[in-house]
């Protein structure tokens, strides 16, 4: 993320992460709206939010980093929001990462249900071998 991004840039790259297709989306659904007035003022960087803004995002996305929000500075690492892709030719690469990581998620999954049979296996064969 840029050093000198605004307000407006940060909130849009929010928006994405957590799933709505455009500031108006994130304004009428997520902050419950009746337009996006409020936040398109704020998308030549010149305006500042009002902290009735920064109140109603924080109530209902608890996740959210203020401090990166508001003064693009980190208080902890939030996941998705520094890697967050530039363009669809990266979202297609994040998505086939994502894929590849699900796909080893379950085949790790599958290991540890092998390994736990495994293990009963021996546990039978160790009382087995002792009761006689």
């Given at each position: 993320m840029n050093k000198n991004s605004t307000f407006f840039e940060r909130l849009e790259i929010f928006c994405k992460k957590e799933g709505f297709n455009s500031i108006n989306d994130f304004a009428i659904n997520g902050l419950k709206y009746k337009s996006s007035q409020k936040l398109n003022r704020l998308r030549?960087?010149?305006?500042?939010?009002?902290?009735?803004?920064?109140?109603?995002?924080?109530?209902?996305?608890?996740?959210?980093?203020?401090?990166?929000?508001?003064?693009?500075?980190?208080?902890?690492?939030?996941?998705?929001?520094d890697n967050m892709?530039?363009?669809?030719?990266?979202?297609?690469?994040?998505?086939?990462?994502?894929?590849?990581?699900?796909?080893?998620?379950?085949?790790?999954?599958?290991?540890?249900e092998k390994a736990n049979a495994l293990q009963l296996a021996m546990e039978i064969l160790g009382r087995k071998t002792a009761e006689k």
């Open positions: 030549n960087g010149a305006g500042r939010p009002s902290l009735e803004i920064i109140e109603d995002i924080k109530s209902r996305f608890e996740n959210i980093d203020l401090n990166w929000l508001i003064a693009n500075q980190r208080e902890k690492q939030v996941p998705g929001v892709p530039e363009n669809s030719e990266s979202c297609k690469e994040c998505k086939w990462r994502d894929k590849i990581i699900a796909s080893q998620e379950q085949t790790i999954m599958a290991l540890h």
